[in-house]
């Protein structure tokens, strides 16, 4: 056989080799057609990996010493036993030897032979060492998918715009909550590095990372389900919330009531003029107004709670609802020292309901007189109207001690109360805001609010004009 003829006939037979096991199915068949052998062994490692015939197992005994010498060496050798011969063809790639070929044949190899040993056995090194690196690659590759799959976190990998790799959680997630990739793609081009995403009934951590693979630049976004850990937290602040209103609430309701205790005592057991019993029974009579505000406040919380808080509509003049509220806070204003300032002298008619609204106004009123900062010299209350057709503004406006930046979104809170050594001693429930929401709210209305710490703070209400 010729050389050319013999490689043609190598590439054929290793163009359908798949794995070791047919390589050496493949060398065996290109062998028989160099040596004319019996039975062809193949030792990996020191152990029989292939047989042909099959089962035919060659007497290690014959050359079991020459095996050194053959890894050293590293070219085919022939051994003769009795008439015939034992050839030991190293594979190797190169000073690595992947195994032996053992073979017998009855013929007498000849140096044309061996040349052709010593090129198949080099040809076969290279394919299965390659073989050997596609299956380390295979084996690696299946070893970090399996790891990657197993992560309890969502780990996607985008190239261009589009997931380039995703492992099994993120698909899952991505299944469960399609929206999630449109949220992730929003926040990848607003840069942004680590978010939460809030999707109906489930929370997700997120953090980006751009990463160069490849000499090409990927993000890798972790998602990590964070649902429960939420579900905790807000438990806990549920529980602190309620520990907080019980605590507040029966100090709310002790102070009136000790007033009341300790001035009616006195009317009853020390000899008084008729002018202080008039000024013990107004105090008294105030105390019990503060009492009722505060059982109003949790029934209207109560009917708030099971949707039963109702509002009847009528014509109101806006003007004389804010002018009543600010006759209402009035005492307590001159007892903070807070100006209140009101211009506004247009009639203005709105169809609401008047009293709730009154509330309203007088809620936020309280809440910038009892916020008002002792630190300034001037505490000042500022209520405004805006007409701009479709909606009337009420704002009240107060250069009190403000509202954190980042307690400002939970102010409407059912029982939240920024919780600062500033507010520690001013008496609240924590329930007017909520309440008061939900009136405007009932009135097809909003309410926003703007603060500086420290400086000043803005509530906006805004009613249909209708
Ligand atoms: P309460 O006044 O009973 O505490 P609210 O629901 O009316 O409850 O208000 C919730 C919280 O919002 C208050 O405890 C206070 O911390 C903050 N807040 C409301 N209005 C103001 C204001 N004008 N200035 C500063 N903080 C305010």
Redesign the pocket.
């Known amino acids: 056989m010729e050389v050319q003829q013999l490689l043609s006939k190598y590439m054929l037979e290793i163009s359908k080799v798949t794995d070791e096991k047919s390589l050496y199915v493949a060398v065996a068949e290109i062998m028989r057609k160099v040596v004319d052998y019996k039975v062809l062994n193949v030792i990996v490692h020191s152990s029989l990996f292939y047989a042909e015939p099959a089962d035919q197992i060659i007497n290690e005994e014959w050359f079991i010493d020459y095996l050194p010498w053959v890894e050293e060496r590293l070219s085919p050798t022939f051994l003769p036993v009795d008439n015939w011969y034992v050839g030991l063809i190293p594979i190797f790639k190169g000073i690595k030897l992947l195994s032996i070929i053992v073979l017998t044949t009855s013929e007498e190899p000849t140096a044309e032979v061996i040349d052709y040993l010593q090129l198949l056995s080099y040809l076969s090194g290279l394919t299965l060492e390659n073989l050997r690196l596609i299956g380390f690659v295979d084996n690696a590759r299946e070893y970090s998918e399996t790891v990657l799959n197993l992560s309890s976190d969502g780990i996607i990998v985008f190239y261009k715009g589009e997931i380039e790799f995703q492992n099994a959680k993120s698909s899952e997630i991505i299944k469960n909550y399609p929206d999630m990739l449109r949220e992730i793609k929003t926040k990848i081009d607003s840069n942004e590095e680590f978010f939460e995403i809030e999707l109906p009934n489930a929370f997700f951590s997120m953090s980006v990372k751009k990463i160069q693979l490849q000499g090409e630049e990927r993000i890798l976004v972790t998602v990590r389900n964070i649902t429960s850990e939420k579900e905790v937290q807000k438990l806990r602040e549920v529980d602190k919330i309620k520990t907080n209103f019980i605590a507040?609430i029966s100090h709310e309701l002790r102070t009136p009531l000790t007033a009341i205790k300790a001035y009616t005592e006195t009317i009853v057991n020390v000899p008084m003029t008729q002018d202080e019993i008039k000024e013990f029974s107004e105090t008294i009579y105030n105390q019990s107004l503060k009492l009722e505000g505060i059982l109003n406040?949790l029934l209207d919380f109560s009917q708030l709670e099971s949707h039963t808080l109702k509002i009847v509509k009528e014509p109101t003049n806006i003007h004389d609802v804010i002018n009543d509220s600010i006759l209402t806070v009035n005492h307590l204003a001159s007892q903070y020292d807070v100006k209140i300032e009101f211009n506004f002298d247009q009639d203005l008619e709105i169809n609401c309901d008047r009293k709730r609204i009154e509330q309203v106004i007088t809620?936020?009123l309280?809440?910038?007189i009892?916020?008002?900062d002792k630190s300034k010299e001037e505490r000042v209350?500022k209520i405004a109207i805006e007409n701009d057709g479709d909606f009337v503004k009420i704002i009240?406006e107060?250069n009190?001690?403000?509202?954190p930046a980042d307690?400002i979104d939970?102010?409407?809170?059912?029982?939240?109360?920024?919780?600062?050594d500033l507010?520690y001693s001013?008496?609240?429930?924590?329930?007017?805001?909520?309440?008061?929401k939900e009136i405007v709210e009932m009135h097809n209305g909003s309410i926003s609010?703007e603060?500086e710490e420290g400086k000043w703070?803005r509530?906006t209400v805004q009613l249909p004009n209708e």
């Open positions: 507040n406040d809620n936020l309280t809440n910038s009892k916020f008002s209350a009240v107060d009190g001690i403000g509202i307690k939970k102010i409407f809170d059912k029982f939240y109360r920024v919780d600062s507010t001013i008496p609240g429930t924590g329930l007017g805001l909520a309440i008061v609010v603060s703070t509530v």
